[in-house]
């Protein structure tokens, strides 16, 4: 026979605290974890935190205040009572709380924490009972309803959420700069190397930290964060904003001690989600997105690129912040804005505002910002501008810095920055063509291409792939490496072909 074992039921005594804290200090945080997660007071695994909670859910409903004043002086004499057996002053208690909330914007993540602790609780105590009840052969009406009940914690538990649609809960995207930036999501900025990304950069981050940008930010000094180390912050950077009229009280930059500033989002996920809270940012710049993807993620394969970036959409939406990262266009032949993506387009797909920065097509002296791709508004004119060089004198030292002049909107729209690169449409006969030498195993788009007698290089073979990639019959599979979708994997079909044969 075996020594019984004590365990200890589910729960997390510090995310209690951080759901009371919480509570506490931001009206916004109590309307979440009241009416989005339907906390209630028995979900707290500690009797004094239910009492913390019952009377600040009291004091919400009767639309009264709620901080650690009003609280303490609400509680009952039963309630006070749970303090002393724990040997601690009310007062104090919820001073505390109040004091070390890590971040009230997490107060939902961490009040599903303690839900769900609350369920396994539920459910485990209901186990019990129902099965003291049949090893005891009293399997009545009562026990029915505690397996009945078993039946149904166990399957919030394990089952998927889901809520109903409310339009009560319907509220307006917000902006930090209107129809380009949304607040709450990621977006993307896209510019060659040498096409003025990083001035671009500098004079978007001043207006944000003084306000000027048209959008819900308008008239705030807004704080941003920099991630990336493409370019030295002290010496490129921070002289950059510098020049730009940025208030650099407003910007800073991960601190290089213990490797810091290299920021893996599926690892610091909720560092990051913490730091956004603390330190209000309500813009982050990740320059370059890639470098925040882990060493280990395949930037060419879709589901690898959308794991990887799941995290910080979730950061963006909880913290509300405006979440810009930055890429290179892709070098080869473009026929339309989704091709621009260097990697996976899964990059594309996962933005909800896509923004190019290119020569404008008619000045190679200026500069145009289009939005590729935006599902959340009607498409902004372009941002057109040039970039002019301004000398400064910093510490003593002469600069020459670029920045942004002369900007004003124009009706240059994303079609007329692809034209130029844009050739004649790929026939549908030749998407047949390569869907026929198709294996079903990983191929190389040359060996494609001498399947079909053409060129190596051939680009048309590489449109006619992603064509084909659109309709869902081939799917790319790394650089230059593609794979057939619902074909065997016999070897009777050719890999390649001789040209001369190709010809027959």
């Known amino acids: 026979m075996t020594a019984s074992t004590t365990h200890v039921p589910p729960q997390n005594i510090e995310a209690e605290e951080s759901v009371l804290g919480a509570m506490l200090v931001a009206e916004l945080a109590l309307s979440r974890v009241i009416d989005e997660v339907k906390l209630n007071a028995a979900d707290f695994y500690l009797d004094r935190h239910r009492a913390i909670f019952e009377c600040a859910r009291c004091l ?56 769900k602790a609350s369920r396994l609780r539920g459910v485990i105590d209901n186990a019990q009972r129902a099965t003291s009840a049949a090893y005891e052969g009293t399997l009545n009406g009562e026990a029915l309803e505690l397996t009945e009940a078993l039946r149904r914690l166990t399957a919030q538990t394990c089952s998927l959420p889901v809520r109903g649609a409310d339009i009560s809960r319907a509220r307006p995207v917000r902006w930090a700069w209107e129809r380009r930036l949304p607040l709450g999501y990621l977006s993307l ?98 320059d370059a997105l890639l470098d925040t993807l882990g060493v280990d993620v395949d930037d060419w394969r879709s589901k690898a690129v959308r794991d990887a970036l799941r995290p910080l959409r979730r950061v963006a939406r909880d913290t509300e912040v405006a979440m810009l990262g930055s890429l290179h266009p892709n070098k080869g032949q473009r026929t ?19 923004l190019l920065l290119a020569e404008h097509p008619d000045d190679e002296n200026r500069r145009v910002l289009v939005r590729g791709k935006g599902n959340l508004s009607a498409a902004p004119p372009a941002f057109d501008f040039a970039i002019e060089g301004r000398d400064l004198d910093i510490n003593g030292h002469g600069y020459s ?71 869902g019959r081939w799917e790319k599979v790394g650089r230059g490496k593609w794979r057939a979708i619902g074909i065997g994997t016999s070897s009777e079909a050719p890999m390649s072909k001789a040209p001369e044969e190709a010809m027959l």
């Open 60 to 115: 919400h409903e009767e639309s009264k205040p709620v901080d650690e004043l009003s609280v303490e002086a609400a509680l009952t004499a039963p309630q006070r009572k749970a303090f002393e057996q724990g040997g601690v002053s009310p007062k104090h208690y919820v001073s505390e709380l109040a004091a070390k909330v890590p971040a009230a914007g997490n107060a939902k993540h961490y009040a599903e924490i303690v839900r």
């Open 189 to 286: 900025l896209l510019g060659a190397e040498g096409v003025g990304k990083g001035t671009l950069s500098a004079w978007l981050i001043a207006r944000v930290t003084n306000g000027d940008l048209p959008g819900d930010l308008h008239g705030e000094s807004a704080r941003v964060l920099l991630v990336g180390d493409e370019d030295s912050f002290d010496s490129v950077v921070v002289p950059r904003l510098y020049a730009a009229g940025a208030d650099l009280e407003f910007i800073d930059t991960l601190s290089e001690e213990d490797g810091a500033d290299f920021l893996d989002i599926r690892r610091d996920s909720e560092a990051l989600r913490v730091l956004i809270s603390e330190r209000g940012y309500r813009l982050v710049l990740l």
């Open 336 to 354: 339309s804005y989704r091709d621009l993506v260097s990697g996976s387009h899964a990059f594309n797909a996962s933005s909800r505002s896509s």
């Open 401 to 471: 810095l670029p920045v942004v002049a002369d900007a004003h909107e124009s009706d240059v729209s994303v079609d007329d920055v692809l034209k130029p690169q844009r050739e004649a449409p790929v026939r549908e006969s030749l998407a047949d063509e390569i869907n026929a030498v198709g294996t079903g195993k990983v191929q190389a788009r040359a060996d494609i291409a001498r399947a079909l007698g053409r060129d190596p290089t051939d680009r048309s073979v590489g449109r006619a792939l992603d064509q084909l990639e659109d309709q």
